[in-house]
């Protein structure tokens, strides 16, 4: 009926809603990182989709991505996919997954801390605030 589809088209609205505002990792590619990167205090998790250790800091990472993108402005959380992103990995000498890097003002900051996401955040405040 009608008003089914109008049910199901209000709540698939507001779905859509709720996963636009649980703002997830930026995804970086050799096309916008450049643009990307700019200006901001960006923590950049490169990973392998393949990687066991990269899996296992998902869940910490897009939690880190959400609660940053809220409360931080000069900061974002950022990932770049290095087995399709192989021209990026190299450029900044990836050789091992995960890695984290903050990139700040043309600077690069590795991360060698726990991959808790307390860690992470403490290590985002301390470059961004």
Known sequence: STMQKIALFAALLLALAAFALAQGPVVLT????????????????????????????????????????????????????????????????IKGYPTLMMLKDGEQIPYRGARDEDSLMAFVKNHAL
């Open 30 to 93: 050799s096309e916008n990182f450049e643009s990307e990167t700019e200006g901001k205090a960006t923590f950049v998790k490169f990973y392998a989709p393949w990687c066991g250790h990269c899996v296992a800091l998902a869940p910490a990472w897009e939690s880190l991505a959400s609660k940053v993108h809220g409360s931080i402005d000069n900061a974002k959380i950022a990932k770049v996919d290095c087995t399709v992103e192989q021209e990026l990995a190299g450029k900044y000498s």
